[in-house]
């Protein structure tokens, strides 16, 4: 532990993963009683245009977090990724933005499709969006310093969290830069069909206050052991690192913003086949 773009995709992906073809552009209406409670927001995608990257099967997941997810808490959106690099990307008008299903519009965002690194640059690892051979890249992305400041990035998607090569730093400095407190994911290979479980027990385990990496580590591995979760962080220093790694959703949000010179540690815990 410790701790431009693609010519094309094809090869780039691995076989394995995840998410909605069809999600209706559905904004999930809560009760005014919970307005003091952090906001989810979702994002899925199954199936690509022109099919330029692998269809995936995890719409049950996408449905089973959100209805776990929002007995408890207010889900604010549950959209697709069409059209939807710029809600990535810091200094866009859709990143801040609810209705558009902004990354920093909510203080929790959760996200299932393909993940990859880039093949002609390790610096660089990303997410992919419906629209043909298009990828939200994290040296774009600044989260946490603008709109509802969000805390924590959920992502059910192969590779990103990569550690092994020491260049997590490298590919996610700019994305915890802005004051993003966790990020949980994987270090190599997820596998769709192991999702759906996985899924509703990672929001009910984080309902009964466990700590956020905790619950993904639990349970992404032991719906699959072939999975490869990870969870990240940041801490002024490694004892702050790996205290801040046990946060809590509700202890998420009152930890102290840590931003870019503050940033002095970085730490990831993997579990998997491949872990180190």
């Given at each position: 532990?410790?701790?431009?773009?693609?010519?094309?995709?094809?090869?780039?992906?691995?076989?394995?993963?995840?998410?909605?073809?069809?999600?209706?552009?559905?904004?999930?209406?809560?009760?005014?009683?919970?307005?003091?409670?952090?906001?989810?927001?979702?994002r899925?995608?199954?199936?690509?245009?022109?099919?330029?990257?692998?269809?995936?099967?995890?719409?049950?997941?996408?449905?089973?977090?959100?209805?776990?997810?929002?007995?408890?808490?207010?889900?604010?959106?549950?959209?697709?990724?069409h059209?939807?690099?710029?809600?990535?990307?810091?200094?866009?008008s859709?990143?801040?933005?609810?209705?558009?299903?902004?990354?920093?519009?909510?203080?929790?965002?959760?996200?299932?499709?393909?993940?990859?690194?880039?093949?002609?640059?390790?610096?660089?690892?990303?997410?992919?969006?419906?629209?043909?051979?298009?990828?939200?890249?994290?040296?774009?992305?600044?989260?946490?310093?603008?709109?509802?400041?969000?805390k924590?990035?959920?992502?059910?998607?192969?590779?990103?969290?990569?550690?092994?090569?020491?260049?997590?730093?490298?590919?996610?400095?700019?994305?915890?830069a802005?004051?993003?407190?966790?990020?949980?994911?994987?270090?190599?290979?997820?596998?769709?069909?192991?999702?759906?479980?996985?899924?509703?027990?990672?929001?009910?385990?984080?309902q009964?206050?466990?700590?956020?990496?905790?619950?993904?580590?639990?349970?992404?591995?032991?719906?699959?052991?072939?999975?490869?979760?990870?969870?990240?962080?940041?801490?002024?220093?490694?004892?702050?690192?790996?205290?801040?790694?046990?946060?809590?959703?509700?202890?998420?949000?009152?930890?102290?913003?840590?931003?870019?010179?503050?940033?002095?540690y970085?730490c990831?815990?993997?579990?998997?086949?491949?872990?180190?």
């Amino acid at each position: 532990m410790k701790g431009t773009v693609l010519p094309s995709l094809a090869g780039a992906f691995r076989n394995a993963l995840f998410v909605v073809a069809g999600i209706a552009m559905l904004t999930i209406l809560t009760s005014p009683a919970m307005a003091g409670s952090p906001h989810f927001g979702v994002r899925c995608q199954s199936s690509f245009q022109d099919t330029w990257a692998p269809t995936i099967n995890v719409n049950a997941a996408c449905n089973d977090f959100i209805s776990v997810t929002q007995a408890y808490w207010p889900v604010d959106f549950y959209f697709n990724l069409h059209g939807a690099q710029t809600a990535f990307y810091s200094g866009t008008s859709s990143e801040t933005c609810n209705a558009c299903g902004g990354v920093d519009s909510v203080d929790f965002f959760f996200m299932m499709t393909h993940g990859t690194i880039a093949n002609n640059n390790a610096n660089y690892a990303g997410y992919a969006m419906w629209d043909d051979n298009t990828i939200a890249w994290t040296p774009s992305m600044r989260f946490g310093d603008s709109g509802k400041q969000v805390k924590v990035l959920a992502t059910f998607s192969c590779d990103t969290l990569k550690n092994s090569d020491k260049l997590l730093p490298s590919r996610w400095g700019k994305a915890f830069a802005g004051g993003l407190k966790l990020v949980v994911g994987a270090h190599d290979l997820l596998w769709d069909g192991s999702d759906d479980t996985a899924m509703q027990d990672f929001a009910l385990n984080m309902q009964s206050n466990a700590p956020i990496g905790g619950s993904w580590l639990d349970s992404v591995y032991y719906a699959n052991t072939s999975n490869n979760p990870t969870v990240a962080n940041t801490g002024a220093n490694a004892a702050d690192c790996w205290n801040r790694q046990g946060a809590s959703v509700s202890t998420v949000m009152s930890e102290s913003v840590l931003r870019d010179g503050k940033v002095g540690y970085y730490c990831w815990t993997n579990w998997g086949s491949s872990s180190q």
